[in-house]
Each structure stands twice: as structure tokens, then as C-alpha cells.
């Protein structure tokens, strides 16, 4: 946590920093029950998904503005290797750190490769391995330690578990309430 904190503190003006949250599109499914002598209105947990929305959206932490958003039916790990490749080539001589929760398709294989080629790297096949057998690609530490690499022109620092909400751009597209929240922060 100490260094998603730092690297906020510290942002400097040279860098693109971006923050990718998921944000799952829900409806609230019954109206609130009304307040009563010696009751507070309450709110029923129930909800219905619309799905995960597929949004995905960066925000540069130096000027806080969002300076992309994807949003489609899916969120898969090429729509998010796209969506880091489109962040990218806004500012492409820049070095970039992508601060992101723990989601299986942040330390995908298609990232890595997408690291490798944006670095040009010269990685040999041995050291890269295959996915669930060895190298950088065996699983998900191998490929979070290569993401996280302070040597490569991007990077990504991920937050510990249940500290997504250290991730900026969430309370940004949250909205006023969950109810079309992903639609809210498209319309910003």
C-alpha cells in the first residue's frame, strides 16, 4: 500500500500515471423501505448485474483528467492489452505506471507480450516459457514481477488485496449511485 501511496505523493509531471478500475453495472432490484418511528430508510442489498459493462478507463493523476475510456460488452485480457496499447500511444514517449487492482487479465499473458514488444525486449522463448508450465508466462507471479519491472518504459504497481479502493479513478466512476455508474463516467 506504502508504494501506491508514494507513487501519488510523488507523481511527477514527465509521466502519464493511469488508474483502470472494473466497474459492474448494477441495478438496484427493490425501492428503498421508508423510514419508520425508530428506523432509519434502509437500502436492500439485492441487485441485478447488466453484466460488467466493460469498462475500462485511465486517468492521469498529474492532471486528473481521464484521458480514455473503453467501454463494450466485454473485458477480456485483449480488450485491456488494447486499452493499455491505446493509453500508451496518447502520450508514447513518456514512461507510463498503471496502478491496478488484482484482476486476473492485469497480469495476463497478452500484457506481458504487449510489454515485451513495446520494450523491444529480447526475451528468448526459454526465459518467456508457456503459460502454466514455465518462464515469465508460468503463472501469475512470474508475470506480476516482469509487469512490475521499474527498468521498463511502462510499468504496473498493483494494489494489495482489498485496497482497490486506493485505485483513483474509482471514486470517479462511481457516480452518485451504482445505478449506471458505468454510463455516469462515460458521460464525464
Avoid at 460488467?52 to 492532471?63: D, K, P, Y
Wanted: charged fraction near 20%.
Amino acid at each position: 500500500m506504502k508504494n501506491v501511496c508514494d507513487l501519488y505523493a510523488t507523481a511527477p509531471a514527465a509521466r502519464a500515471f493511469r488508474f483502470i478500475p472494473r466497474i459492474p453495472a448494477r441495478q438496484v432490484i427493490h425501492a428503498p423501505l421508508p423510514m419508520r418511528p425508530g428506523h432509519i430508510e434502509r437500502q436492500e442489498f439485492e441487485y441485478h448485474r447488466h453484466g460488467a459493462s466493460g469498462l475500462i478507463a485511465s486517468r492521469n493523476v498529474v492532471t486528473g483528467e481521464v484521458e480514455s475510456r473503453l467501454i463494450q460488452p466485454t473485458r477480456t485480457e485483449a480488450d485491456f492489452a488494447q486499452h493499455i496499447a491505446d493509453g500508451i500511444a496518447l502520450h508514447p514517449t513518456d514512461w507510463h505506471i498503471f496502478v491496478l487492482d488484482n484482476l486476473n487479465t492485469h497480469v495476463s499473458e497478452t500484457l506481458v507480450r504487449l510489454m515485451i514488444a513495446h520494450d523491444h525486449l529480447q526475451i528468448s522463448d526459454e526465459m518467456l516459457g508457456v503459460k502454466g508450465k514455465s518462464g515469465i508466462l508460468k503463472n501469475r507471479k512470474p508475470r506480476e514481477a516482469f509487469l512490475e519491472d521499474p527498468t521498463h518504459s511502462v510499468r504496473f504497481l498493483y494494489t494489495p488485496k482489498h485496497c482497490s479502493w486506493l485505485n483513483q479513478i474509482l471514486g470517479r466512476c462511481q457516480g452518485p449511485s451504482r445505478v449506471g455508474s458505468a454510463f455516469w463516467c462515460a458521460g464525464r
